[in-house]
Structures are given as C-alpha cells and as structure tokens.
C-alpha cells in the first residue's frame, strides 16, 4: 500500500477473484459439504437395502424415486447444516457477547426466557404433538386425552416455559460461572421420584411418556445451535466458563426443566379430570355429569363414541335400544345430525372404518355401501416398502 501523509490510506487489500475462480472454490466447498453429509447417511442407507435385499428377500422397487429422496435428504441436511452454521449460531454468538455489557443480568435471565420460548415454539417436532392425540380415547387414558386434545396450547406452553427457565438458567450460570452440576444433580432425582410416584396414580401414569417424550423434542435443530452460540458469547464477553464446553450443560437441562412442567402441568389438570374406565361405563347416562367434565356438550361426547368408540359404547349412550338405533339411521337420513356427529367424515368412510354388523344393517336401507374388494396378502417387505 502506498502511505499518505498519515500513514496507510486504507488498510487492507483488496483481492480481485475471476468469477472461474470464485465459482470453482464454491464448487470445491460445496462438494466437501455434500460429501459430509453422504457420509452421514450412507450407512443406514446401505443397511436398509442390505436387510431388504438379503433379509426379507423383496427387490428394491422405484429406485429412481428412492435415489431422488435420498438426493433431497441430502440437499437439505446439507443446506440446514450451513444455514446453522453461518447464521444461526454466530448471531446468537454475537448476541451473547453483546449482552453483559449493554444489559443487567434481570434482562439477560429475561431475554433467555424469551429465547427459549421462541425457540421451543419454533421447532419442528413441537407440531407433531398437536397430531398426537389422534388414537387418544377419553375412557382410557382422560388426561392423555385432555392435554393433547383439549389443552394443548397449554401444553405446548408448559414446554416452552420449561425450556425458558434452563435457557435463564444457563444464561445467569454463564453469567456468574458457577457450576451446573448441582442444578443438574438435584433436577434429574426429582423428575425420577416424580415419575415413579406417578406410576401409582392411572391417570397420572398415562402422561410419563408425553412429558419424557417432550423433553426430548425440545432439544432439537432450533434450540441446541441457539443455546450453545448464546452460551458460548456471554461465556466470552464476562471472561468465566470454559467456552464452547460450558453451553452442553444447559442442554441437558432444557430436556430436563419441559419434563418437569408437563409433569407439573398434568397434575393441575387431573383434579378436574375423571379416572379410566370401562367403555360402556364412560359413557352410559349415570357416568354423564363426570364425562362431560372433559366434553363441552353431549353432541361432542357422542361425537368421540362414534367416531373413536366402538358399537357398544355407542349403544351405553342412550338410555334404550330405540334412541341407539334411531341415532345410527340419523346418520344417513338427517343432514344436520350428521355434520354434528361426524363433522367433515364421509358417512361410508365411518361404515366401512367404525361401524359394527349390526350398524351397518341398519343403514343398509338408507344408503348404498360399495362392496369392498378382498385385498392380496402383503409381504412385511411390501408394507415397509409402502411406509417408508
């Protein structure tokens, strides 16, 4: 560089790159990239042809369908990785560093409150358990069905509150540098104590798989980057921890801390909630005050019998055998009971899924049922090669 009257005019240098140049270093990274994540994924790939071919014996159909979707999986691994990468974790980095010298620690505990949040709210898995109280019934499992049918908002809350309280947590302990050992040692004891005490209680045992099993959705492709890059800047910025290796910690009790609040969560709720019980008892008319604890009318209560009860829970809902099979013909003669029953179901769809012999006699006069060809059996490798 030449110098001016003060010294460099500019401090840095400029380095011109042909545009042959730049697109064969992008090409040269973009294919250590992809090749990354080919190997991520070629042993379970290879593995599932192996156990197919060898195994169950049936060959390998749509290949070119297969080889796209491996391609695309592979695409979007390797584009969700670099966004991460670039993106992601060095805002959150940024974040981090700039906030122990702009803000006290009540904004710092607040901010990682409202990041989890976010964060929680933001991943992908979180939706699925919205969907996941499809095969719930009410009978069985009343709670179950009340958080992941009735409340679920409240569900997914609990989660994204508990998921706040270990980010504020671990923001305060890199902020102070304390351990997260102690926090992490007396957590995890309760939440086991916990569990096995719900064991004893039927509607409380229902809920230990979905609270376990929100944990485990918290600490997904969203919240671990996140948490670990906000980790690693306020650890830099205040000079405590150990860098990178202080933010796995918090990890742990992002899964731990949700557990805890859906454990909590369910026990609020079951004090309004009846017991499991016995199909035909949930809903006869002397259970009817107790089950419409859960059901907002009796058109919803009889709304969940045919839909997802069977012939004989339907029958204990009316007080006598004439009621029961007016209620079935209705179905098919009466427009407006039938929206209210089965809302957006096609009434063949519901006799040919859920319908008894006997139900289906009845309707037989008012509708026309299509007779259902018998299907071929299937080989395990066919239904794999169907669901996969």
Known sequence: EHMGDGGMMDGRHHLRISLRDALMMIGTYARRSVAEQVRSVAFIILYLFVFQTLILKSPVENALALASGIALVVAG????????????????????????????IAVIVL????????ATLAEPAIAVLRSAGARVTAWEAPLLYVLLEKNTDYLVVAIALGVGAAVATGVTRFYYGFSIKLILFTVIPVLIAVTVAYHFEPNLATIVGLAWDSGAVTTGPVTVPLVLALGIGVSRATGKGTGASNGFGVIMLASALPVLAVLALGAIVNRTVPAPTAETTFFSPRYRDRALGIFASE??????????GSAAGRQAFFADEHEY??????????????????????????????????????AGPHVRIPRARPLPPESVGEVLRQES
């Open 325 to 362: 099979r007016a209620a079935v013909v209705s179905l098919f003669t009466d427009p407006g009971f039938r929206e209210r029953i089965l809302g957006d179901m096609d009434p063949i769809a519901w006799l040919q899924g859920r319908a008894s012999e006997e139900e289906m006699r009845l």
């Open 111 to 118: 901010f990682g409150i409202l990041v989890g949040n976010g």
């Open 77 to 104: 691994l390797t584009l969700f990785l670099e966004g991460v990468l670039r993106g992601l974790m060095p805002l959150g980095e940024r974040v981090g560093i700039a906030l122990p010298s702009r803000c006290g």
């Open 299 to 308: 058109d919803e209560l009889l709304r969940h019998a045919f839909l997802r």
